[in-house]
């Protein structure tokens, strides 16, 4: 697994300062400040082309509608209501103004469905490629706690809210943010969900850092991921090399939610799937003959 990313994080995590206005910094999917009795969230994506959209193919408008979506799905993962998000935009010199309309028409689209207001933001131009930042604040929904990555415990079961891997054939551009459904998890299993990460980087990775914040392990179970992986990850492999199951644990850019509850989420108000247990320490695959092997931590790493 590269590491220079994770260690960078780590690096910003030891300058980090005590702040009586930040509740929970660094390390989550989004901050939580409380500079009085309301407590408001916030966190940044930045999105750049050629990493995380190309607009030689992309559609300007998807390209809009992914940058607003990845904060919202910031927000999922912590099962908070979005509140408003500001834009900041560097246009390339040569992209007429008129095309960036599209990227914007885009953006509101997708932050009307989710009541998101887009209050302000920056524009700019400059002789390089599209890059886009959002910053996105968030509260708790009336009488729900935000849930954190750091409370998973041993013996959790853990699902995830949809179909893993083949993203960038398409999906990654579509995803609908599981804002919604997080809020009915978080009302529905209360207290007993215990620890969630919206799977943006690969499966495998993002239940690493998971594991990491509530430092704990996890035993994944293949029998059980094999209903969870999209035909995207099928097509994919077909022409990649790759297993389906690999591109389920590592391609990234899924944005479902994987969470760790204590007991079977069942009865929940929306589909959700098993696909392991939370264990003591290491990361691990119990295979289908019955073998437990290591399992890299494998995903998207910047």
């Not at 246009?91 to 007429?96: A, E, F, K, N, R």
């Not at 750091?150 to 079961?157: L, Q």
């Not at 959700?272 to 320490?281: A, H, L, Q």
Request: net charge negative.
């Amino acid at each position: 697994m590269a590491v220079d990313e994770l260690q960078f994080v780590e690096w910003l995590r030891g300058r980090q300062r005590h702040h009586p206005s930040v509740m929970l910094g660094i390390g989550d999917d989004m901050a939580v400040l409380a500079p009085n009795s309301e407590r408001i969230l916030v966190s940044s994506d930045m999105l750049l082309d050629s990493v995380h959209f190309d607009s030689a193919r992309h559609p300007l408008f998807q390209i809009g509608r992914k940058a607003i979506a990845c904060s919202l799905s910031d927000c999922a993962a912590m099962a908070v209501r979005p509140l408003a998000a500001t834009v900041s935009v560097a246009l390339p010199d040569h992209l007429p103004l008129v095309r960036a309309e599209e990227l914007y028409a885009g953006m509101f689209s997708i932050a009307e469905e989710f009541r998101l207001a887009i209050a302000g933001g920056d524009t700019t131009r400059w002789p390089h490629p599209l890059a886009i930042d959002v910053a996105v604040t968030a509260t708790p929904f009336s009488g729900l706690d935000p849930i954190t990555r750091s409370a998973a415990r041993p013996g959790d079961m853990l699902y995830v809210t949809g179909p893993l891997g083949g993203s960038l054939l398409q999906h990654h551009l579509t995803f609908h943010p599981r804002v919604h459904e997080a809020e009915s998890l978080s009302g529905c299993l209360g207290r007993r969900l215990h620890a969630m990460i919206d799977i943006s980087d690969g499966l495998s990775l993002d239940l690493w850092r998971l594991c990491t914040e509530s430092k704990v392990g996890a035993n994944l179970d293949e029998r059980q991921l094999h209903e969870v992986i999209r035909e995207d990850a099928k097509r994919a492999a077909s022409s990649s090399g790759r297993t389906p199951l690999d591109h389920a644990l590592s391609d990234g850019e899924d944005f479902e939610l994987l969470f760790a509850v204590d007991g079977e989420a069942t009865g929940t108000p929306v589909p959700v799937f098993p696909i392991g247990r939370v264990t003591e320490s290491g990361l691990t695959i119990a295979r289908d003959d019955g073998r437990v092997e290591t399992l890299e931590p494998r995903g998207y790493v910047h």
